[in-house]
């Protein structure tokens, strides 16, 4: 139950009740005061842990942006470099919102803690010096009393009459300072309604407006984040299949060393000791040493400097090498070399007996080879077999396979897929096996017909356009891709491209049905990648292009039509870019181009009330989306791909975009303070607004009603946003918002989002509604201004 009023009638009287009234007043009066010291000291806590926390993402952010990628190889692929700029977009991103973030920071000491303290010290600090006064004109007027009272009437009539105007004068000044203060204590219990509860709905509301902002940038962000995701599963993709390479690569290598040979490289080099004579004896001179065979070139590198004077690399032309005996000379692992440069022989060592027998081997020595070369497959030949067998595994596969989950993917069992393979290449007798009788699976089809192709004695794509095809798929321009790549399929000969076309219909028709057997364009490459291309240099160079050969085999399935319906013209043919050395920037996929919104800065009057009508319009239309996901039809899901953004129209320049940003209706920003009398208005337009509700709800107006706010907890069906508007001379009616749903704000310049959500259609205006509309604060005129902008 309330306090009851305290009548300024009771002040003249000073009644025991009136003072137990009074005093009920000054504890309600303490009470608030510690209220608003706790509010002001925790406000400053959050304050300060906000702006805390934006200063560590910051940090994070620009730790982020610091952080820069280094890549193996001279050129990366479209998902390489966007996973090199992700960082600089998680910065920029980061920066955005925590820019927006200490924006709320600065201004929230004017939003919250300024005006409550202003409370404080105008209204209960002089409330208190009142109730300081009217105790000290209370004690002074009962002493006074007290001393007329024990006055003896014996005295003289003119010391009667000055002491009873003395009284008198105390009197009046007690009574005036009670009243004074009965009014102030009574003002500030009913002041404290509003003066306390705006700020605090201020700074509410500022943080609200944030985590919309917030909101609207997450989907601006899905689009990038979407294909982030792509390019970072296809790089997994790449990383895994040139890993397996890699390491059959690793173990050969450990079996022999020297199979690596690369055009321009030495034929054979490693360290090796010189024997140098001096006068006072004989020293080993450690030496790199390379030896190219081409030339019969033979360069010997000192290691060990001497502090004298440096000693560059020495070039000799060999004559002949011949293998030094055992007896001949106390060192182990030595053989001499002739030189046209030196009369005398020079004294090699070797690190190991198999070192010098490579060296002596390489450089056609007397000494016998022992080195075999690695154990290579059995090599097969691209024939009628070999076509017949192709064939019969196409068949099968789109017969019974086609949408299996994981076709091409999982393999089948070495027993079984070379069983099949020497069942049907028997020389006897040829293609003779029927797949519908045998015992093979799916498994085993696909990955006989992967390792066919594997196994050709050259790959299906020929060692000689390998390098052309590399280079094509490392340039930038999409366009040259593809016609690069379409030239240089009918540079192959004539039977390797009939097979090839076969192979990439096949691929097409299995990729058409990628929402079942989940195998796309992209994941295709990675299989048939390194299938179809093959370096003829086995090295770690070659293997990180196995993620371009993967690029080539995904431009022939997505271009089949076009590649394979006819040949290229000679004159369209563009002309050869040289290969990108610097990351490029990609603009399909960036957020961090677009310009920033167009958004007044976050300020409120501390004795504004600011409108609830942005957020509960964002937060309708979220939820209006939500319920029309929910009651979409569901499908099953398809695996992310790539796909190519077509010219929907003429694409507008920054400047363009700058000049219609500027015709949309620009926010209004008028600040009002409310007098009392304006209040007063307000209270008796709101009551009888209150008297006509019913009969208003029923003939179909929409009125203007004053509904009581439930609580979040409490609130079982969302309501509609509030909308504050003007009516008149009066602002601050709330207003029920119509029945009609809009969707979330977008700015008009970003990225796409993906083709998830239908547009709901928006009502025309007429000029009444625009009127009746119109902002009356700064938080209803950036909320018209976010939805004028998406019309």
């Not at 009574?175 to 201020?202: M, T």
């Not at 009369?343 to 060296?359: C, D, G, H, I, Y």
């Not at 993620?547 to 076009?562: A, G, S």
């Amino acid at each position: 139950m309330g306090h009851p009023p305290l009548e300024f009638s009771d002040c003249y009287h000073d009644s025991p009740d009136f003072r137990e009234r009074l005093k009920c007043y000054e504890q309600e009066l303490e009470r608030t005061s510690k209220f608003l010291k706790d509010v002001i000291k925790d406000g400053n806590n959050v304050i300060a842990a906000i702006k805390n926390y934006s200063l560590a993402v910051q940090k994070f952010s620009q730790t982020l942006h610091a952080f820069q990628f280094d890549f193996i190889g001279d050129s990366l692929t479209d998902d390489e470099i966007n996973i090199a700029e992700s960082f600089q977009e998680f910065a920029g991103l980061l920066q955005e919102v925590e820019d927006d973030r200490m924006m709320l920071v600065q201004n929230a000491c004017d939003l919250l803690i300024k005006p409550l303290e202003k409370f404080r010290k105008e209204q209960i600090g002089v409330t208190k010096e009142r109730k300081k006064k009217f105790e000290k004109e209370s004690e002074k007027y009962y002493s006074q009393l007290d001393k007329h009272l024990n006055l003896s009437s014996k005295k003289k009539e003119t010391q009667l009459q000055e002491a009873d105007g003395q009284l008198d004068k105390e009197r009046e000044n007690f009574y005036e300072s009670s009243v004074e203060y009965v009014y102030q204590i009574q003002q500030v219990q009913d002041r404290k309604k509003f003066d306390v509860v705006e700020p605090v709905l201020a700074f509410l509301h500022s943080i609200l407006t944030l985590n919309n902002l917030t909101f609207e940038m997450t989907q601006d962000f899905m689009p990038y984040k979407q294909e982030l995701q792509l390019s970072l599963q296809n790089t997994r993709n790449h990383f895994e299949s040139t890993s397996e390479e890699m390491e059959e690569l690793m173990k050969r290598m450990k079996d022999s060393p020297q199979i690596r040979k690369v055009p321009g490289q030495p034929t054979i080099e490693g360290y090796l000791y010189s024997q140098e004579k001096w006068a006072l004896g004989v020293s080993w001179v450690k030496f790199y040493c390379k030896f190219y065979k081409e030339n019969r070139l033979f360069t010997m590198i000192p290691c060990e400097q001497k502090p004298a004077a440096k000693q560059g690399p020495t070039d000799l032309i060999l004559k002949a090498c011949i293998r030094r005996k055992s007896e001949s000379i106390d060192k182990r692992f030595c053989f001499d070399v002739e030189t046209y440069e030196r009369s005398a022989p020079v004294t090699l060592q070797a690190v190991s007996e198999t070192s010098r027998k490579l060296w002596i081997e390489a450089m056609d020595g007397k000494e016998p080879i022992y080195h075999s070369p690695i154990h290579k497959q059995a090599e097969m030949e691209l024939n009628e077999v070999g076509f017949k067998f192709v064939r019969k595994c196409i068949n099968y596969v789109e017969t019974k396979g086609l949408t299996q989950e994981g076709v091409y993917r999982t393999v089948g069992s070495n027993i079984q897929v070379q069983k099949l393979l020497n069942a049907f290449f028997d020389p006897k007798c040829p293609g003779d096996v029927d797949f519908h009788t045998s015992d093979c699976d799916i498994k085993t089809i696909t990955s006989s017909m992967k390792f066919y192709l594997r196994s050709l004695s050259e790959p299906l794509m020929t060692y000689k356009l390998h390098r052309e095809l590399i280079l094509a798929a490392k340039s930038e321009n999409l366009d040259y891709r593809l016609g690069a790549v379409h030239s240089l399929v009918y540079k192959l000969p004539e039977r390797n491209r009939e097979m090839l076309g076969l192979l990439i219909q096949h691929l097409v028709n299995v990729c058409s049905q990628s929402e079942y057997n989940r195998m796309t364009p992209s994941n295709m490459g990675v299989i048939f990648g390194p299938t179809l291309m093959r370096a003829e240099e086995e090295t770690v160079a070659a293997m990180m292009d196995i993620k371009f050969q993967n690029i080539v085999v995904e431009i022939l399935i997505e271009d089949y039509k076009k590649i394979f319906s006819a040949a290229p013209e000679e004159s369209s043919a563009p002309p050869l870019p040289p290969p990108r050395v610097n990351p490029r920037k990609r603009q399909p996929i960036t957020i961090s181009k677009r310009p920033p919104r167009p958004r007044p800065a976050i300020s409120h009057s501390p004795f504004e009330i600011p409108d609830v009508d942005y957020c509960s319009d964002a937060l309708n239309g979220s939820r209006s989306e939500g319920m029309e996901s929910e009651n979409a039809p569901q499908t099953s899901p398809v695996p992310l791909q790539r796909t190519k953004l077509a010219n929907s129209g003429p694409r507008l320049s920054v400047k363009e975009m700058v000049q219609k940003q500027a015709l949309l209706p620009k926010p209004s920003c008028r600040l009002e303070r409310h007098s009392d009398s304006d209040v007063a208005k307000l209270v008796a337009r709101l009551q009888d607004s209150g008297q006509k509700a019913d009969t208003s709800a029923t003939n179909g107006d929409t009125g203007a009603t004053v509904n009581r706010a439930s609580s979040f907890q409490s609130r079982k069906p969302p309501p509609r946003g509030f909308a504050v508007v003007k009516d008149g001379e009066s602002e601050g009616v709330i207003r029920k918002s119509s029945s009609e749903k809009h969707t979330i704000c977008r700015p008009p310049m970003r990225p796409p989002d993906p083709p998830t959500r239908s547009p709901v259609a928006i009502k025309p205006m007429n000029a009444a509604s625009v009127e009746e509309t119109t902002p009356a604060s700064y938080v209803a005129s950036k909320a018209k201004f976010f939805e004028n902008a998406s019309r």
